[in-house]
T-cell receptor
Framework: GESVGLHLPTLSVQEGDNSIINCAYS??????FIWYKQESGKGPQFIID?????DKRQGQRVTVLLNKTVKHLSLQIAATQPGDSAVYFC????????????FGQGTELSVKP | NAGVTQTPKFQVLKTGQSMTLQCAQD?????MYWYRQDPGMGLRLIYY???????DKGEVPNGYNVSRLNKREFSLRLESAAPSQTSVYFC??????????????FGNGTRLTVT
């Protein structure tokens, strides 16, 4: 399944499938990006980050891809599990704005058993 | 290791009342932040503290004050609550003194309703 950031805020996938959540960031001066997971009633939980000198970074079951040419960030979750159901959002850090993080509004991932 | 701890978890205030939201972190982080999260708005920075003894305004500071009591604790005060301050408030901390150098770690929030 695939989501395109703010325009498709809900992504529904089958358990065991791979998920791809997209984020179109706004500032070409952004040099650091973070993905967060937020479950209902909880605070955002850090998943993975990437700096602009990289185009891919892998974690446990997650991969972040960065395409600076089109200002696009994606989070890939392998073998999606029911516990992955949450809102996922990206944050960007434009180096020319005093280091303030800019957060996206997120995509809700729903995993069907 | 609790990470970032916020109290209270829930609060209901009447317009004009005051209260202080407490936050403490046990990760020895330099920077601490207060955000509010509203539906359709994403996280917005209220105030931050890059290091003990310093505080700076964020994107939406009006109606709030903060105190960086020591390296561990950063409190947010509403002097005269207004319905527009109904929100979920998150405290966060990061190792770096500047955002954009290390990830923020968040608490589980305070859900505030102002009637």
């Amino acid at each position: 399944g695939e989501s395109v950031g703010l325009h498709l805020p809900t992504l529904s996938v089958q358990e065991g499938d791979n998920s791809i959540i997209n984020c179109a960031y706004s500032n070409s001066a952004s040099d650091y990006f973070i993905w967060y997971k937020q479950e209902s009633g909880k605070g955002p939980q850090f998943i993975i980050d990437i700096r602009s000198n990289m185009d891919k970074r892998q974690g446990q079951r997650v991969t972040v891809l960065l395409n600076k040419t089109v200002k696009h960030l994606s989070l890939q979750i392998a073998a999606t599990q029911p516990g992955d159901s949450a809102v996922y959002f990206c944050a960007e850090n434009p180096y020319n704005q005093g280091g303030k993080l800019i957060f996206g509004q997120g995509t809700e991932l729903s995993v069907k058993p | 290791n609790a990470g970032v701890t916020q109290t209270p978890k829930f609060q209901v205030l009447k317009t004009g009342q005051s209260m202080t939201l407490q936050c403490a972190q046990d990760m020895n982080h330099n920077s601490m932040y207060w955000y509010r999260q509203d539906p359709g708005m994403g996280l917005r920075l209220i105030y931050y503290s890059a290091s003990e003894g310093t505080t700076d305004k964020g994107e939406v500071p009006n109606g709030y004050n903060v105190s960086r009591l020591n390296k561990r604790e950063f409190s947010l005060r509403l002097e005269s609550a207004a319905p527009s301050q109904t929100s979920v408030y998150f405290c966060a901390s990061s190792e770096a003194a500047r955002q954009g150098q290390s990830p923020l770690h968040f608490g589980n929030g305070t859900r505030l309703t102002v009637t």
